[in-house]
């Protein structure tokens, strides 16, 4: 299925689902200084993946959801005209990123998140001539991942365009993840999803213009 993939292989660590975390005391003190310890093996190589572009918190809350990681990505791209201050065709993107733990991943959350990020979209979002695209993400990590949740995120999108297009747009992605089985589903979209996928190494980009300029980052 596009967006499902399965396999039994191990990292060079020797353990399904995980990779080797980097030397924190190698990394520049200003990278360490906001990087947080999620106490959850899975998370802190995840955030390895992420802290070059993203920047992260623990233990987030909105609209009464909490979640264990959350990220948070601002991108400005402009023009310009003989001199900084002379710039003109400003865009601006965004990436919100949402991953908890869970026992059982069911639909029911699922779709209760895809509403949460319409909210989050509403409180966030400014619709302007300036707003190119907003990505609002958001993960499941648990212990296997059910068939139904499968062929619900298989192929899901739900992309929402801002005043025809005309304020840029909006999407809503979804990922579960198995990290010990090495066992993923993600919507169509969800370009993030191989800072998940900790068994495998990044792939050339072949999503959008925020995840590939993020993904020059990871390591």
Avoid: C
């Avoid at 201050?85 to 959350?109: I, M, Q, W």
């Avoid at 005309?166 to 198995?178: P, R």
């Amino acid at each position: 299925m596009a967006g499902h993939d399965s396999s039994g292989s191990e990292d060079d660590g020797g353990k399904p689902g995980t990779a080797p975390r980097h030397d924190h005391e190698e990394l520049p003190a200003e990278i360490r200084e906001r990087v947080p310890d999620y106490d959850d093996e899975y998370l802190d190589r995840v955030s390895d993946r992420l802290m070059y572009s993203y920047d992260l918190e623990t233990d987030y809350a909105v609209d009464g959801e909490r979640f264990d990681l959350y990220a948070e990505m601002r991108m400005r791209n402009q023009k310009q005209f003989l001199h900084p201050a002379l710039s003109y065709a400003d865009h601006e993107t965004k990436e919100y990123l949402f991953a908890r733990r869970v026992s059982t991943p069911t639909v029911g959350e699922l779709e209760r998140l895809v509403d949460l990020g319409h909210a989050v979209v509403d409180e966030r979002v400014e619709g302007d001539e300036q707003h190119y695209g907003t990505d609002v993400t958001f993960v499941l990590v648990s212990d296997r991942v059910p068939e139904e949740v499968v062929e619900f995120v298989d192929g899901f999108r739900d992309r929402t365009l801002l005043k025809f297009g005309y304020y840029g747009h909006y999407e809503v992605n979804l990922i579960v993840v198995a990290p010990e089985p090495e066992t993923m589903v993600a919507s169509e979209a969800a370009g993030i999803a191989d800072a998940f996928r900790l068994w495998e190494p990044v792939e050339p980009p072949k999503e959008g213009f925020l995840s590939r300029f993020a993904k020059r980052f990871w390591r």
